[in-house]
């Protein structure tokens, strides 16, 4: 294939078409390095003005929530700390409290079972019963899912089957449309941001995730719509990471029931996830891809989607100890 390609390139050269293929590549190198330097340099916010500033961080007991949590707390913040299990979050608040030696009013616990919209509702009004103000909405809340769909005819219960995939879009994607519709006159308020941790199975198809990669595409399509809708009232950025290494692929839901094992060398680590988290809502980015690999793969898309196919194919799978 690549031979092909070497043809192509040498035809190229003797051709006018060359030089147009120049300028185009120049000229979006240069639009990026533009707009690198504007998301960097121009819009990017002072760490003092974290301070008291009003934060709701979903998904908090554990893994990249957590971490989440305990860096914005660091940066003086009032971190509302949001989640099902009401135990995790009060050692959580515990733990943030003695680390960093603040006052445990800065921290405020929310039990919320984020599939259901009344609940998403009182959360939202809770924190401003609280604080008055909500500033940045952190949506990092989530399940996952691996399955074969073409075995999902091993499960008897018609609506068993499906289950996996109800529970995906329940979760990863209205959960995040009601907290946001209740959340947003009080962003607006302050020109606030909201911050969607994401995955990189929300770019394109990965194998064994139908009903995750599908959850993810609509978060996409549904904050992208949603920034352009609300014009500059306020601030939307997505962040699409790949592996993160936390208990979040333990708990994935699958046919047989039984978790995942994973070989994690290549796995980012939830406080690198965290820092970029917060790295991207104060430079205020629209999307962020971490890792190399998965921004090579995302560029390649579009030009070459058979050979991004075989390179998904072979980290997704070949993650998996017993696959």
Not at 37 to 56: A, F, M, P, Q
Not at 114 to 123: A, G, I, K, S, T
Not at 245 to 252: A, I
Not at 282 to 292: A, D, G, H, M, T
Request: charged share 25%; glycine share 4%; proline share 2%.
């Amino acid at each position: 294939m690549f031979y092909y390609f070497y043809l192509l390139y040498l035809y190229l050269i003797q051709t006018p078409l060359y030089y147009v293929l120049s300028v185009i590549i120049f000229l979006i190198l240069t639009f990026k390095t533009l707009q690198w330097v504007l998301n960097n340099k121009v819009n990017i916010k002072s760490l003092e003005s974290y301070k008291n500033k009003v934060v709701i961080v979903t998904g908090a007991s554990g893994g990249i929530g957590e971490k989440i949590a305990f860096k914005y707390a660091e940066l003086g913040s009032k971190v509302a700390i949001v989640a099902r299990r009401v135990e995790l979050l009060e050692k959580l608040k515990k733990d943030i409290v003695k680390q960093l030696n603040i006052d445990s009013k800065q921290i405020l616990v929310v039990q919320c079972d984020l599939c259901n919209e009344n609940e998403c509702e009182q959360m939202i009004e809770r924190v401003v019963r609280e604080w008055n103000r909500i500033d940045i909405c952190v949506w990092n809340a989530g399940v996952g899912s691996l399955i074969e769909f073409d075995k999902l005819d091993q499960i008897e219960s018609r609506q068993d089957r499906f289950k996996i995939f109800r529970d995906n879009m329940e979760i990863n994607y209205f959960s995040l449309v009601y907290c946001t519709s209740f959340a947003l006159p009080y962003l607006k308020q302050q020109k606030g941001s909201i911050v969607v941790v994401s995955s990189l199975a929300g770019k394109y198809g990965t194998p064994l995730r139908t009903s995750y990669s599908a959850s993810k595409h609509a978060v996409q399509g549904f904050f992208n719509s949603l920034r352009n809708e609300l014009s500059n009232q306020i601030q939307i950025s997505i962040i699409c990471p790949g592996f993160v290494l936390t208990d979040f692929h333990q708990k994935v839901a699958t046919i047989d029931g039984k978790p995942i094992e994973r070989e994690s060398h290549s796995f980012m680590t939830a406080d690198q996830c965290a820092t970029i988290v917060l790295k991207t809502e104060r430079c205020n980015k629209r999307e962020v891809i971490p890792q190399l690999k998965a921004k090579v793969g995302t560029y390649l898309q579009p030009i070459l989607p058979e050979l991004v196919d075989v390179m998904t194919n072979k980290v997704a799978k070949g993650s998996l100890k017993n696959k």
